[in-house]
């Protein structure tokens, strides 16, 4: 497995993982459960580490693709910024989901506040998740590039 492959099994957890979170913490206030509260403070810890692991990856990924027919360093470009963006927030939320079990556990009175701006960050977040996941999907797939017109069909109806 090289760094291309690590690259695409990694790098759609960051975007993933928050909206799990997200359930959780919906469903954590309805079944009033701590525990599920918690569960999703730590999916967003592993949504900030597997954002790291896909920005090392991503960039070791382009240094593969450079010689290939289909690299568009445009389209690089455009996906490295939207991604750096998009780990930043996901560091941040990382750091401030630890801060918020830290706070959960020691029963401290900024906790449940501390957590809802956490989870409200998520949300701000996808905006620039769908940037980075729709920019790094046009690098392979000009089908959903902005004015992409497709061949002409040779079936005939």
Not at 60 to 67: H, K
Not at 84 to 109: C, G, N, Q, R
Not at 120 to 135: E, H, M
Request: glycine share 4%; hydrophobic share 50%.
């Amino acid at each position: 497995m090289n760094d291309a492959h690590i690259h695409l099994l990694v790098n759609h957890l960051p975007i993933i993982l928050p909206i799990i979170a997200i359930i959780a913490r919906i469903v954590a206030f309805f079944m009033d459960s701590d525990a599920l509260k918690r569960f999703a403070m730590i999916i967003l810890i592993l949504s900030g580490i597997c954002a790291f692991a896909s920005m090392q990856s991503g960039e070791r990924a382009e240094e593969m693709i450079e010689s290939t027919v289909f690299f568009s360093e445009t389209h690089i470009e455009a996906h490295e910024e939207a991604a750096e963006t998009f780990a930043i927030f996901s560091y941040v939320i990382a750091v401030m989901a630890i801060v918020s079990l830290w706070a959960d556990f020691k029963k401290k009175s900024f906790a449940v506040i501390l957590t809802e701006i956490t989870l409200g960050l998520c949300i701000v977040s996808f905006y620039f998740a769908q940037k980075t996941g729709t920019t790094g999907g046009e690098i392979r797939h000009e089908e959903i590039r902005k004015g992409f017109v497709a061949p002409e069909s040779n079936h005939h109806e």
